[in-house]
């Protein structure tokens, strides 16, 4: 994706230093930081203080984390119990994310396969580089196939603004300016999503705004409800300077907003994303997807998850009792990071001092209220025997 006409990737492997890098997106959108991550340690924290975050980056920074550890590794006389370690140490930075271990024991796999370190070193890069490289195709093909539902729904209004104008035509021979802007909101297609689920949060495109990005690149009038997304707020801060650097039209909105403006026949669809989904159609994702999903279903808002195959988590088939559930920092909610009339970057205490928060970053949404998944394959409905018919493959449990 571009940045102010630059291609641009949250992570990438400067060949020059042979150090992985990342966009600190604590920092955005306000300061554009970027930051090295040489170690082990560096991927771990990096990945816990979420200068990466979103289920496919934290999966291909967690791959690279196993090439740090390779690179590391000169002076460990039995490096293999090192390595296990190491790689179960990534493994727990953060606990929802499926994606997390699923790269590192992808690449951990295809490690074990050699036996001398220089091969060893070698497969760990490529078979990285490989994650991230899939990752950004299976993302442009979540675009393709979402885009699809978005031309549904800018087709179906741009019949029914015919059918209103033909209406109008016969009750008056002139037409206000307000009534034209209103004809020109009511073919507009909105979508509302929370979090953020951009390029930022995989390696290219995104998954509940790949779609988005490629109807706006067709030339579909369309227009983004984007959550402010607390208490970190990566809608406001992330979601929004994504679709700003795109061009794309856009609206920052409260958390609590999402279900008011569906009653108003405001949004025409949700699209969101997802850190950890079952086989059987359960989501988790970012906190407050639930009752997104819980005000759609109410106001017959179709509600559909994004999602590349490696978010799926094909053991698990009850997602509210056994996906778990990463609790943070309360002091994510009991602060909030801004910039002030001078430009500098502070954090401010907004309820009292002494109060208690609790800090649960995602929850669950069961299948029933979801209307369909993208997927890089296409698009099928939550239900365990609909998602296998996209990946046979997995139809065993034991992988």
């Keep these: 994706m571009k940045v102010d006409g630059k291609d641009m990737r949250p992570i990438w492997f400067d060949t020059q230093s042979e150090t992985v890098k990342v966009i600190d997106q604590r920092m955005l959108p306000h300061k554009f930081i970027v930051a090295e991550l040489k170690t082990v340690d560096d991927i771990i924290d990096a990945i816990k203080q979420m200068f990466v975050r979103g289920a496919p980056l934290i999966g291909a ?3 690279f984390g196993v090439y740090n550890a390779l690179k590391q590794i000169s002076d460990v ?6 390595l296990q370690t190491e790689c179960q140490r990534l493994k727990d930075a953060r606990p929802t994310a499926v994606n997390l271990a699923w790269g590192v024991d992808r690449v951990l796999r295809v490690v074990l396969k050699y036996d001398r370190y220089e091969e060893r070193l070698k497969a760990a890069f490529k078979e990285a580089c490989d994650i991230v490289e899939e990752e950004a195709e299976n993302c442009r093909l979540i675009g393709q ?23 109008k035509k016969r009750e008056q021979n002139k037409k206000t300016q307000q009534g034209e802007q209103s004809q020109k909101r009511e073919k ?3 979508i509302l999503t929370h979090c953020n689920a951009g390029w930022l949060a995989t390696v290219e495109y995104g998954t509940a705004t790949a779609p988005i990005y490629t109807a706006f690149d067709k ?5 983004v409800w984007v959550d402010e997304t607390r208490p970190l707020n990566q809608g406001a801060r992330l979601t929004a300077w994504e679709l700003g650097k795109h061009g794309i039209p856009h609206t920052v909105i409260t958390d609590n907003a999402g279900g008011h403006l569906m009653q108003h026949g405001m949004v025409d669809m949700v699209i969101v994303g997802t850190d950890r989904t079952t086989r059987t159609g359960d989501v988790a994702n970012k906190i407050g997807t639930y ?10 808002v179709p ?17 509210i009792n056994d996906i778990p559930i990463e609790e943070r920092n309360p002091d994510e909610i009991r602060y909030v990071q801004g910039v002030d009339s001078y430009g500098n970057l502070i954090s401010v205490l907004v309820p009292p001092e002494k109060s208690h928060a609790v800090n649960h970053a995602f929850d669950v949404t069961p299948a029933r209220l979801v209307t369909g998944f993208i997927t890089e394959r296409g698009i099928c409905k939550a239900s365990e025997a609909s998602i296998l018919s996209l990946f046979p493959e997995y139809a065993s449990r034991k992988q």
């Excluded at 030339?219 to 227009?223: E, K, S």
């Excluded at 009752?291 to 017959?300: S, V």
């Design 61 to 63: 920074t967690g791959a």
């Design 303 to 319: 509600f559909y998850v994004a999602l590349p195959s490696s978010t799926f988590d094909w053991n698990l088939t009850d997602g």
């Design 77 to 82: 006389i039995n490096y293999d119990d090192y």
């Design 291 to 300: 009752l997104k999903a819980l005000a759609a279903n109410d106001n017959g």
């Design 219 to 223: 030339g579909i009038d369309i227009h």
């Design 188 to 190: 507009r297609v909105n």
């Design 145 to 167: 196939y979402g885009c699809s539902l978005i031309e549904d729904i800018s087709l179906k209004k741009s019949i029914a603004k015919r059918q209103g104008q033909e209406d």
